[in-house]
């Protein structure tokens, strides 16, 4: 895990969790399978707009840790948050 942070630059993962969110929430046409790879080219492009539009390894493992783990944090942001629902809807009422 060590060597994945060190490359997620937190502007970019912030940016990528916003659009992502936007992505899926307003462009319900698009499918949800296609989100983390266009997140992953996002972060590529952010991460070599901020290092001058410079290329090298550093910046694309950079950018698509980034866009990636946006994809993770916000999945792990929803289970957080709707965990507690989803447990209780998951009962199917066995107990009674």
């Not at 490359?7 to 698009?30: R, S």
């Not at 493992?61 to 809807?89: P, W």
Request: contains cysteine; glycine residues 12%; aromatic residues 10%.
């Amino acid at each position: 895990m060590e060597i994945l942070e060190q490359y997620i630059i937190l502007i970019v993962m912030a940016v990528c969790v916003g659009v992502g969110f936007i992505l899926k929430h307003t462009f319900t046409a698009l499918p949800n399978r296609y989100i983390p790879l266009i997140l992953a080219v996002l972060g590529i492009v952010l991460n070599s707009w901020m290092n001058a539009w410079a290329w090298d390894i550093e910046i694309l493992v950079g950018g698509i840790a980034s866009g990636l783990m946006a994809v993770g944090a916000f999945e792990f942001g929803k289970q957080l948050f709707k965990g507690k629902t989803a447990e209780e809807g998951n009962d199917n009422g066995a107990d009674t």
